[in-house]
Nanobody, 123 residues
């Protein structure tokens, strides 16, 4: 059974940093593109960043460009989202996904989502 588990969220002051981790078990991610998304209550889930299966391609939403960095460690079956210069508007539940439909797919198209981790940025 495949599991996607995000961690690293929490409460941080504006201007601070957090690193989110996404650990996938039950499959290896070396053929998967990976994405981070976020959602606030009452709004759609938005893409934050994605990274290609080989790590040579990446994308960032304009709202996080220059502040967030996505990376992957296939040996650990883990994807990271380093978040810096955090703003209150970054407050959301952050989700990790493999091969998110409509955004990016790897050599595999298998799509799995985690349960999310809450990030709260205080002003």
């Amino acid at each position: 059974q495949v599991q996607v588990v995000e961690s690293g969220g929490g409460l941080v002051q504006a201007g601070g940093s957090l690193r989110l981790s996404c650990v996938v078990s039950g499959r290896t991610i070396d053929r998967d593109a990976m994405g981070w998304f976020r959602q606030v209550p009452g709004k759609d889930r938005d893409v934050v960043a994605w990274i290609g299966w080989s790590g040579d391609r990446s994308y960032y939403a304009d709202s996080v460009k220059g502040r967030f960095t996505i990376s992957r460690d296939n040996a650990k079956n883990t994807v990271y989202l380093q978040m810096g210069s955090l703003k209150p508007e970054d407050t959301a539940v952050y989700y990790c996904a493999t091969n998110p439909p409509g955004y990016i797919r790897g050599l595999s198209s298998a799509n799995y989502w985690g349960q999310g981790t809450q990030v709260t940025v205080s002003s």
